[in-house]
């Protein structure tokens, strides 16, 4: 069976459903398709992130592509209306901590506080009596400075986010299918058809790849080389009695961990010596890295970790950028109709609204309109030019 469309999403997660609801909204008219493989998300990014927001990085445009999403998610239910089916997002505004143990890192904080700010971000640098003050129950031995982000910083409703979504663009005339793109047919340097598991093809006037840690599976078949891989994180749920602070931000420490409040219990996670890709199917937590890194780091930082209990452990899947672990966005020179929404490295959440929003202006205006991602296009992988982000988590 044959048909075609105007544009064909690849990946219904996040991405894939931001574009689609952004696409409807302006263009009411589209033939919108997206097709996933796994419509339940188990093991989606999205569904397996730790769904926090934050103003503090080092690039300006993903500042305001962050100040964009903030206020998305704010609003949500006036931004997807009742077709949304989602009153809020709970959005919790505790701020991100990021802490240095030097002073050129606090020099480096203080740079990044002041263009933040410019932006529109409430981002201060604190130094250690200002930390103590604030911060009374952290051990600030080995610290210099901290920036911390008491408003637009925090964590929300990631399932919440992405059902949004989906159920507005549903609403709205777009099409999601449950199957998996096996093929594509190109002609003249453009994607013709997509060739489906079940045996469908469409045809597409524009291809949009949004399929997250499976993106160099969907270049490939379109003949291109794809720096994009699935990187493993084991992330704990663990509840500490003598560390109530649901109040606490989500703090980023220079010594190799994250941790956030969670309901009265913390979140945590780190990046192990070893990270490199794993098999896109590997979802076993390593279990090891709570006591063997993450434990005595966390101890060290807070006297109140000293009793601490695992709860639950789950893996999610960053799909890693190894050129500059930065979104990957919009037309492919060589692929004219194959608009990329690929790379984003851990913060593809927090960022798909502006995401979104902005490659559904490339199709339907031709350019983007609201803010400009043109920082973040293919032509820098083409040329191995990284556009290194310096605030990664």
Not at 262 to 290: K, Y
């Amino acid at each position: 069976m044959s048909r075609s469309v105007d544009v064909l999403i690849v990946g219904g997660a996040v991405m894939g459903a931001s574009a689609a609801f952004w696409l409807m909204r302006m263009a009411p008219d589209l033939r919108v398709t997206v097709v996933e493989m796994d419509p339940t998300y188990q093991r989606a990014a999205t569904a397996l992130s730790v769904a926090s927001i934050r103003a503090q990085f080092s690039n300006p445009v993903n500042v305001s592509i962050s100040r964009f999403g903030l206020e998305f998610i704010r609003n949500f239910a006036r931004e997807t209306g009742p077709e949304g089916g989602v009153p809020s997002l709970g959005l919790k505004e505790n701020g991100y901590l990021f802490l240095a143990g030097s002073e050129e890192g606090k020099a480096l904080m203080a740079e990044l506080a002041a263009m933040q700010r410019e932006l529109g971000a409430s981002t201060e640098v604190l130094d250690t009596v200002g930390l103590s003050a604030r911060f009374p129950w952290l051990t600030l031995d080995n610290v210099v400075a901290g920036s911390f982000g008491p408003e637009g910083e925090g964590w929300f409703d990631n399932m919440g986010l992405l059902w949004g979504l989906r159920s507005a663009a549903r609403a709205a005339g777009a099409e999601i299918i449950k199957d998996r793109v096996v093929g594509l047919d190109l002609m003249d340097g453009r994607v013709k058809r997509v060739r489906l598991a079940s045996g469908e093809v469409i045809e597409t006037g524009e291809l949009i790849c949004a399929a997250g840690t499976r993106a160099a599976e969907i270049m490939k078949m379109a003949g291109e080389e794809w720096p994009v891989e699935p990187r493993k994180r084991t992330v704990f749920l663990i509840d500490a009695p003598n560390a109530r602070h649901p109040e606490a931000p989500l703090i980023i420490d220079h010594t190799g961990f994250y941790a956030r409040p969670e309901h009265g219990q913390w979140i945590t996670a780190t990046v192990p010596d070893n990270d490199g890709p794993c098999d896109p199917d590997d979802f076993e937590p390593d279990l090891s890295q709570f006591e063997e890194i993450i434990w005595p780091l966390l101890y060290a930082r807070a006297p109140g970790f000293d009793a601490v209990k695992v709860m639950r452990a789950w893996v999610g899947h960053y799909d890693f950028n190894r050129l500059d672990q930065n979104a990957i966005l919009g037309r492919h020179p060589n692929v004219p109709n194959l608009v990329l929404m690929s790379g984003f490295s851990g913060h593809g959440l927090q960022q798909a609204p502006a995401v979104g929003r902005g490659i559904a202006e490339l199709i339907v205006t031709g350019g983007y309109r609201s803010l400009d991602l043109s920082p973040l296009g293919v032509e820098r992988v083409l040329a191995g030019e990284p556009f290194l982000e310096r605030a990664i988590v």
